[in-house]
């Protein structure tokens, strides 16, 4: 036969617990002693890993970093992020001038925007005075062809201690995923674009 507990008992259990937890969270913190800049990939079919990402850059601006923005396809018209990161005195925004899109495809012209946006990551990547460095759909690069993935893996193992990188698009090379400090996958529940609500401005863009 169960005997019943009291809301004092099952607050004490409750608690008990939750010390518990929180002994093995402070364990784990004491435990994380080494100081350097990480990768962070952003992957997955849904919505939000640069939204994500540009919210991470926020925050490091927000603590006086320095950050660069290199995004690796052009849109149809100008991003919210950029009317707003653009001209912010601790951020230097570089957009593909021309080259991929969703919209077209020129394999000439791509190569050479991806080549571009590539040298300006690669400066960035070895900037010691840069701490945080966002290469938004860079993977897109990847699935193309456009770019090599080991110049990639170079670049970030001997890019400054301290720096951070998020890197996003849908799909990466197995290379780049084995390589970095956190990875996380976004996946697509439901999207109001499948159920026939316009992409608009301040959501999409």
């Known amino acids: 036969m169960t005997t019943e507990r009291t809301p004092e008992e099952q607050a004490q259990i409750d608690m008990a617990k939750r010390l518990k937890k929180k002994e093995v969270v402070d364990q784990r913190i004491a435990a994380a002693t080494e100081e350097r800049g990480v990768t962070i990939l952003l992957t997955g079919n849904g919505k939000g890993k640069s939204s994500s990402a540009f919210g991470t850059m926020a925050r490091a601006i927000g603590h006086g970093q320095k950050s660069t923005v290199v995004q690796f396809i052009k849109g149809r ?12 005195p601790q951020v ?3 957009v593909m001038g021309h080259g991929f899109t969703w919209e077209t495809r020129n394999p000439e012209l791509e190569q050479e925007a991806a080549n571009q946006a ?4 690669k400066e ?20 193309y062809g456009y770019l090599d993935v080991a110049e990639l893996l170079t670049a970030l193992a001997n890019r400054p201690a301290h720096q951070n990188v998020m890197m996003t698009g849908r799909t990466a090379p197995r290379e780049l995923l084995d390589s970095v400090d956190t990875h996380s996958k976004i996946s697509n529940e439901r999207h109001a ?4 609500v316009k992409a608009q401005q301040g ?3």
Do not use: C, P, R
Not at 77 to 88: N, P, R, V
Not at 118 to 121: D, I
Not at 136 to 143: A, L, S
Not at 193 to 196: E, L, M, P, R, T
């Open 77 to 88: 018209k100008a991003t919210g992020e950029q009317l707003f990161f653009g001209s912010h």
């Open 92 to 94: 230097s925004f570089h």
């Open 193 to 196: 674009f499948a159920a026939g």
């Open 203 to 205: 959501i999409e863009w």
């Open 118 to 121: 590539w040298t300006v990551a």
């Open 124 to 143: 960035a990547l070895s900037d010691a005075n840069v701490d945080f460095v966002l290469l938004d759909e860079i993977t897109y690069m990847y699935k």
